[in-house]
Each structure stands twice: as C-alpha cells, then as structure tokens.
C-alpha cells in the first residue's frame, strides 16, 4: 500500500511537469525562435513522457497486485470461517447470501484497496498544481483550490443514494441466488409433483422485483458517471476562460496559458480518481457489512464455551482463555453416558438403540438438534450440561446423520472416509454391509475408486441415502442420532437394514428417528412423541397394544395395515 501510494503520487505529480515543460517550449523556444532551446525542451518532454509512462504502469501493477492479493486473502478469511462455523451456518444464512458474499462482495472490498494508491496521489496533486498555479496567479489558484471541493459538494448527496439503493439491492440479489439454489437442488422433486412452473413464476416475479431494483442502483450509478465526466470539465473550461482572459490583457504570457490549461487539465484526472474512489468506497461499504456479518457468525451460538483460544475480537476475562460472558467448559462423561432432554422427558439409555416416533417430523428434527448440541436446551449427558462441554468433544462423540446430508464430490472411497481417513477396506466393508449398500458399490463400474459429482447426483435417491448411513456408520461414534435413515429405500432393504443396524451398532449409544415399524420393532426402546413430549415409551410391541395413537402413527393412515398391527 506504500509503494502504491508512493508511486501514484510520483505518476500524478508528474502529470503535471508535461505542462511546464511544454510552457517553456512555447515561451523560450517558439516565440523567439530558439531552434536549440525548443530542441532541448522538446527532449525534456519526450523523457518526461516515458518516465511517466514507467510510473504509470508500475502504479498501475502494484494496485492490481494489492486488489488481488486482497481478493486472495479475504477469500480465504470467509472460507476459513465457512469451514469454523459448520453446521451453524445454514440456520444463519442462505446458500445463495454466501455465494454472494465470497464473490461479488470479496470482489468490491478489494475493488476499494486500489483506491488509496492513486486517492493519496490525488491530492498530493491537487496541492502541487494549486502551488503552481499560485506563482503565475493567486486568482486561479483560488478557483482551484474552491473548485475542488465544490465537485465534491455535487457527487457526495448521489454517493449516499447510492449507498442506500445498493444495500438493498445486494439484499434482494443474495434472497433471489439462495432461491434458485434451492431450486436447482429440488428440481426432481419439483418436477414429480408438478411444482416446477409454480416455482419458476415466482422466481420470474422476484426477478422482475430485482431488476427494478436494479434499475434504481443504475439510474444513480449513471448520474454520478456524468457528474464524474461533466463537473470535473466545467471546472476546467472555467479555469481557462479565466486564464484566457487574463493572456488577453498581458497578465500572463502564451507560454503560461498553455501551462494553466494543461495544469488543470492534468488535475481532472486526480478530481476523477477521488470521484471514482468514493464511489468504489460506498460500494465497498455495504459489501464489507455483509462480509462481516458472516464473520460474526460464531461456531458455537448456542450459548456454551468452546475449546481454545476464546475468538478474535471477543472479551476476555483476566487469566482467562474464555470469552466474557461464557463459563468454563466442563469436563465430558468419562464413557458411554445417558442423554436427557428434559424439553421432551426423553432419556437415551447408553449403550442401547433407541427410536423415537414423531406424530410431527418437526418435533423429530428438534429434539435431534438438541441431542445434537445444534441448539440451546437443558439436555444433560451423563448429568452434566449439553451446552456446557467443550463443543469440540460433543462433535467428537456425538454425531447427528441426517437423511440428506451433503455429499461432497470425489471417490466412494474417499466419500465414505470422510470422518474417518485411516478406514480400511474390512471396516468399509462392514459399514456397506450394515447399511446394506454392496449392490451400490458392485453397480458402479470402478467400484469404491468411481469418482462422484457433487452430492453423488448419478446415484438413486435410495442409493445416496445408503451411502450416508454407511458414512455414519462408518465414523463409529460414540453416539449417533439418525435422522429418517431409510425414508428412501423399498421395504426389503429397509428390513435388512434395520437388522444389520441393531448388530452393527450393539453396546453403543444409538438414537433412531422414524416412524417405519421394521426400524421400529428392532429398537431396544421407543418413545412416542407427541406435541414435542413423550407420551408413551416401551418396546414396539407393547406401544402397539397400548397406545392407538402410536399404532395409527406407525401404520401412516392406512386402516388394514393398523389392523394387522393389532
């Protein structure tokens, strides 16, 4: 940024010695026919011009350098904080919010380091040129100096519009991108229940909503580029109005004139660098708010501590790693321990295969987030606080598997050696064979070594859901809390997945959410939840006997698979 500011205030200030030279030409070369001295000036013009030109375009890489070297680095803040924030991210902001925020507004807060070389030039230039124009006449110098600022007083109040139509553009355009991401990701499903043309005229209106908006940033986009191009020369053909008068009646000579007129004219190109530069700055500004909202989002804001450092930017207590306002975290049950949820009365038994049936699948996906330490509750492990373990042994321990959890591109091997890279082939094995995914693994041409897209689009939705159970699986954690893990597979293999889970999973901490009776029957316990609170636990079979609602439930409506149930 030294060097920036260095070399584009030699680049500016030298803009203006053309004109002298030139002055000099006229007077001592020109007008008294001086072939030698206009010989002389000339060459000094020519130099003058290449050392400009060398200026100009070391000025110009090293503000490329910075924009890029900053578009690198604040790419790297955001996506180090992406990969910090985890799962705390898609209930805190969109899809479409982060792709606007590691594109379009990394791009704009670097746009705004390129200002400050030439911005720090700028009116180092505008002093020179006014000193200057003071030795040959105080009354330009004046005008100069006034009108500077008076282009300034034109553009700020079109500066602050834009501001405000820009923020809220940049707040439609990132709704409308998270839209058609979802979209994009529910196509299939959109298209099999006939939604796709409902979805595709309401993206069309938000879009038609977007592009007035847009309408409105450019309309004053547009009159800050005239006010940029037409102030600025209003300014100059006042000044040399003046200066022509004043060669007129002999207070200035030709020579002088010519100087004035390229003096001033130099000094646009500085007034439009400060003019550009504030329009870069507003622009930067709303990018910047919304780059430092994402960083603001915390790893863990469900009100327990993390290990660690405490965060940059955070209080700290004295003698004290946390940030203020978080307590310590406390130690972790030392093995296998009972979860209690005390918003649902449910208690996991360690060690046992527990499956919770939701009259609503919202109450399911709840109480997995606050087993799962996604959310702020009162559960308990092993008596202790959820919330109050350090966040990074809970992730260690225990693992929340939802049915649509993302699929990353790559290898099968290396998708399903995800949270455990040192898996060898036995393991993997094990984990196809629970989750009963060989036949996935046998249908692929390269087997575990076939490469899939990004969220395994070439695979059956059944398929993909196999592949995740056997990636779960396949983590071995202490605790693991499944999420619908076989909504998508025909009922043979839901059966031999049902028993190969209760096997694979034996003597460990297992939490099944689903309303399938084959999951169901093979469960240690079932709890049946009802209005977020458990209205009834037992086996399978004594819930059937005892508890229609749960029996209606599990049978989904259907009257003769309820009696077959009874």
């Not at 020579?255 to 700055?281: D, K, R, S």
């Not at 003698?319 to 996991?348: E, I, N």
């Amino acid at each position: 940024m030294l060097r920036g500011s260095l070399l584009g205030t030699a680049w500016m200030t030298a803009l203006s010695v053309r004109p002298y030279l030139i002055s000099r030409a006229v007077d001592d070369g020109l007008r008294t026919g001086d072939t030698r001295a206009l010989a002389l000036w000339v060459a000094a013009i020519v130099v003058a011009g290449v050392a400009l030109s060398y200026l100009g375009t070391m000025r110009h890489r090293t503000m490329t350098f910075i924009r890029e070297d900053a578009k690198a680095r604040s790419a790297a803040v955001v996506l180090r904080q992406l990969s910090r924030v985890g799962a705390v991210l898609p209930r805190r902001a969109a899809a479409g919010e982060v792709a606007t925020v590691g594109g379009t507004d990394v791009d704009r807060v670097a746009q705004v380091m390129t200002v400050t070389g030439p911005g720090v030039g700028a009116v180092v230039a505008y002093l020179v040129v006014a000193a200057v124009l003071w030795s040959i006449s105080p009354l330009l110098a004046l005008c100069v100096l006034a009108g500077v600022p008076s282009v300034g007083l034109v553009v700020a109040p079109l500066l602050r519009r834009l501001e405000r139509a820009e923020s809220v553009y940049r707040q439609q355009q990132g709704e409308l991108t998270a839209r058609s991401g979802d979209i994009v990701a529910g196509l299939r499903v959109l298209a099999g229940v006939g939604g796709r043309g409902l979805f595709a005229r309401r993206y069309a209106a938000r879009s038609r909503d977007l592009l007035a908006e847009g309408y409105r940033v450019g309309s004053v986009n547009s009159w800050i580029d005239a006010a940029t191009v037409a102030v600025p020369g209003l300014f100059l053909a006042t000044v040399v109005w003046l200066s022509a008068r004043m060669a007129v009646t002999g207070d200035i000579s030709v020579g002088e004139l010519v100087a004035v007129y390229g003096y001033v004219a130099t000094l646009v190109v500085p007034v439009w660098f400060l003019l550009e530069g504030g329009h870069q700055l507003i622009r930067g500004r709303v990018a910047a708010r919304r780059i430092v909202a994402l960083l603001a989002v915390t790893p863990d804001d469900v009100g327990g501590p993390r290990n660690g450092p405490a965060r940059v930017g955070a209080a700290t207590v004295p003698g004290s790693r946390q940030p203020a306002g978080l307590a310590a975290p406390v130690a972790a049950p030392d093995g296998p321990a009972d979860l209690h949820d005390p918003a649902s009365g449910l208690t996991v038994r360690a060690g046992r295969l527990t499956a919770v049936a939701a009259a609503d699948p919202a109450d399911a996906l709840a109480l997995a987030d606050r087993l799962g330490r996604y959310t702020v509750s009162d559960a308990t492990w092993g008596g202790v606080p959820l919330t109050g373990v350090g966040l990074d042994q809970v992730r260690a321990r225990i693992l929340v598997a939802d049915h649509d959890a993302y699929l990353f591109a790559g290898t099968l091997r290396e998708v399903l050696r995800g949270a455990r890279p040192d898996a060898g082939p036995e393991r993997i094995g094990a984990a196809l064979h629970a989750a009963s995914a060989e036949d996935v693994v046998d249908a692929l041409p390269g087997g575990l070594d076939t490469p899939l897209d990004t969220r395994a689009r070439s695979l059956s939705g059944g398929q993909r859901q196999r592949v995740r159970l056997a990636r779960a699986l396949l983590a071995e954690p202490e605790v693991l809390i499944l999420v619908e893990p076989t909504s998508a597979v025909d009922a043979h293999t839901e059966a031999r997945i049902a028993a190969r889970l209760h096997q694979a999973r034996a003597g460990r901490t297992t939490v099944v959410l689903t309303t399938s009776p084959l999951l169901l029957g093979r469960a240690d316990e079932v709890a049946h939840l009802v209005a977020g609170r458990v209205a009834a636990a037992g086996t399978h079979a004594d819930l059937l006997d005892r508890d229609p609602a749960y029996r209606r439930l599990v049978a989904r409506g259907d009257a003769d698979a309820e009696q077959a149930l009874r």
